[in-house]
């Protein structure tokens, strides 16, 4: 048990030190380079139609990165198919997330944000039952950023 934990933590610093080696993460300036529509959903906390995002349907081995600052979010490991039209997640990078109360439209939900930056990635949902972790964060594909493993 101690191999693999030590393995996949191994694999996981592997694919942050390319992020590192690509992009660097931002700490000001985080929504200067956005154009119109990320901004809309990044930070007026939009989101884009469903189905239409390019990662929706994006099942490669890497990592997911915020769009706005490149922290690190989610690795592919822990994306799934839930058939909702986003990309959906039962995990997070620890520590990548902040969670907040929205009760817009007459909702009930909770939205994410990047624990750096707080741009809007989406909202997370518990109890569909739809992974053994039962939860689903469900993100919109413009507010994040792939980066292959090597």
């Not at 996949?8 to 030190?17: A, K, T």
């Not at 989610?74 to 909702?84: G, L, R």
């Not at 689903?136 to 507010?143: D, E, G, T």
Request: proline content about 2%; glycine content about 6%; charged content about 25%.
């Amino acid at each position: 048990m101690f191999n693999y934990v030590f393995i996949v933590i191994c694999i996981q610093i592997c694919m942050v030190s390319k992020l590192f080696s690509q992009d660097k993460i931002k700490t000001t300036d985080f929504f200067k380079d956005l154009n119109k529509e990320e901004k809309r959903v990044i930070v007026f906390k939009g989101t884009e139609p469903s189905g239409s995002g390019m990662y929706n349907n994006h099942f490669e081995d890497g990592i997911y990165v915020c769009k706005a600052c490149n922290n690190p979010l989610f690795n592919s490991t822990s994306k799934f198919n839930s058939n909702c039209g986003w990309p959906s997640f039962d995990d997070e990078i620890k520590g990548s997330l902040k969670r907040y109360e929205d009760n817009s439209f007459f909702m009930k939900r909770t939205e994410i944000c990047c624990a750096n930056c707080n741009g809007h990635l989406g909202h997370v949902f518990e109890g569909e039952k739809l992974t053994e972790k039962n939860l689903r964060h469900c993100v919109n594909s413009i507010s994040i950023k792939f980066v292959k493993k090597n």
